[in-house]
């Protein structure tokens, strides 16, 4: 395996394992009651034996609702980025920047031009970050799911 697929894999696997950890804590949490691992039990005992609808309910819309806001979180993470390396952010942080630069900075020397300011950006975007934006629209696609299914047996 190359190095190239060893990191795609690590930060696919890195970001999907903070959305699921973040949706089983939601739905442990919302279904807590008994002991920690109850839930699951329930839930096996739910598929294999039949379960009744309400309960499967119950759990779609747990289920649906522990995958929102993660998923949400990671795909406009990389919304951001996208924006930002799109140039939307350069002018509010040259502002910012020069504003502080005379506050705190002890000597006086003179700071370029904005011209100067986005060309020195544009050679420091941030690459490789689409994996946030596949991973938040796959994530958000399996809430979609889940909704319907929600909607479907209520």
């Known amino acids: ?38 839930p699951m039990q329930d839930w096996f005992n739910a598929v294999g034996a039949g379960a009744k609808a309400a309960e499967l309910v119950d759990w779609f819309h747990w289920l649906c ?5 993660p998923s949400m979180l990671v795909f406009f ?16 942080s040259f502002t910012l920047s020069s504003f502080f630069q005379l506050f705190v900075s002890d000597d006086k020397k003179k700071r370029g031009t904005y011209g100067d300011y986005v060309a020195e950006r544009r050679e420091k975007r941030v690459h490789g970050y689409s994996f946030l934006l596949i ?20």
């Open 1 to 38: 395996m190359s190095k190239r697929t060893k990191v795609l894999l690590l930060k696919y696997g890195i970001t999907s394992a903070f959305i699921l950890i973040a949706a089983a804590a939601y739905v442990l949490d919302r279904c807590a009651g008994g002991a920690p691992l109850s």
């Open 77 to 92: 993470a990389g919304v951001m980025i996208w924006i930002s390396n799109a140039g939307m952010f350069d002018l509010l």
């Open 135 to 154: 991973t938040g629209a796959i994530f958000a696609g399996l809430t979609v799911l889940f909704l319907l299914l929600y909607y479907q047996f209520k």
């Open 65 to 69: 609702d522990g995958f929102t806001l």
